[in-house]
């Protein structure tokens, strides 16, 4: 029995010694010290040992255990050392390489400028109000003052999606929303995109955006009008710039003007920026139409008003100095990124 467990010990101990993996490694384990292992046999043959042997037998098992248990901890834990080893020289970080950089995005021309935009007339007490793309006739031309057979229907080519449905062709139709839900006062301004069947290029497109303002109260004259539009064009361009009214016609506005600025490039001596001309036409604007009045729901001999429109690309085309529409719209990372 003695001789027995030597030969197991100096077996284990050498194929422990040799063993190339881990996985020979749980082999020696179980082949010794299984349910099934050699030391194990040797343990159930115990009772035909001797009486006065079994203690010095079970001492020499449990220092063969022992023995063979601490070898294959040692062989495991420098095994598992050199894969570690190996593992950090295969997956080597360089640190001297430079980091990927995220890019990050950054908010569209048009708008940051019609965050400013609203900025500003906020700041004078005016609401933002939004309204549906695709809209009625109704509030798209007829309340609006122009009806089936006017003029003006004609030079805004439409898109339409149904006989009395179409495409909006400026956000005047949600002032005529509002103006219905007969909650006066009014000071708003409705931002949003329309649609016209214009031939792209570097000042048109058939998709754009629309800034409309309106204000309806009793005792609004030209004068509130022409007041709120100077501070705005102060306010946007800067305190240096001059303003003026030039008369003109839209069908939900008498009287009706174009707002012009003089350059803020030039100082309005005249340059490439205003073609020589010192002064750029803004928007468009007037008192409301009694007609359109009416039409809301409104009694014109209490309550006047008055309404502007801009276009937000012209806008963002004349602060950025951009000289083709066409840009905003293409995603070129390279154009977008001066801004």
């Not at 339409?160 to 708003?188: C, H, K």
């Not at 305190?239 to 707002?259: D, G, I, N, W």
């Not at 490039?265 to 008192?287: N, Q, Y």
Request: a negative charge; hydrophobic letters at 40%.
């Amino acid at each position: 029995m003695k001789e027995k467990l030597r030969q197991i010990r100096e077996k284990a101990l050498s194929d422990i010694a040799g063993s190339d993996g881990l996985a020979r490694l749980n082999e020696v384990r179980v082949a010794v010290l299984g349910k099934k292992g050699e030391l194990t046999a040797v343990l159930k043959g115990m009772k035909n040992v001797a009486p006065e042997e079994r203690p010095l037998v079970g001492q020499m098992v449990n220092e063969t255990r022992a023995a063979i248990e601490n070898a294959l901890e040692e062989k495991k834990q420098q095994m598992e050392a050199l894969l570690l080893e190996k593992k950090l020289k295969e997956e080597v970080i360089d640190v001297t390489l430079p980091a990927k950089k995220n890019k990050v995005g950054h908010r569209h021309p048009n708008m940051v400028v019609l965050d400013e935009l609203e900025r500003i007339f906020v700041g004078m007490g005016y609401e933002v109000v939004e309204g549906p793309e695709v809209e009625y006739d109704y509030y798209n031309f007829e309340a609006l003052n122009i009806p089936a057979n006017h003029p003006a229907k004609d030079e805004q080519a439409k898109f339409y999606v149904g006989n009395d449905i179409l495409l909006r062709t400026q956000t005047s139709s949600v002032q005529i929303r509002i103006m219905e839900e007969g909650r006066l006062p009014i000071r708003m301004i409705a931002p949003g995109r329309v649609f016209r069947a214009d031939e792209v290029d570097a000042t048109h497109s058939p998709t754009f955006h629309q800034v409309e303002g309106l204000v309806v109260d009793k005792n609004i004259t030209f004068s509130d009008l022409k007041g709120t539009l100077e501070a705005f064009a102060h306010e946007f361009f800067g305190p240096e710039v001059k303003v003026k009214f030039r008369p003109h016609h839209f069908p939900f506005t008498e009287p009706s003007a174009e707002l012009d600025v003089s350059c803020f490039k030039c100082g309005g001596k005249g340059c490439r920026f205003c073609k020589g001309e010192g002064w750029i036409e803004i928007l468009g604007c007037g008192m409301v139409h009694p007609h359109v009045l009416e039409m809301s729901h409104i009694d014109p001999k209490e309550y006047t008003g008055f309404a502007f429109g801009v276009g937000l690309e012209r806008i963002t085309l004349l602060k950025y100095e951009i000289d083709d529409m066409r840009l905003l719209y293409e995603n070129d990372i390279r154009f977008l990124n001066q801004f």
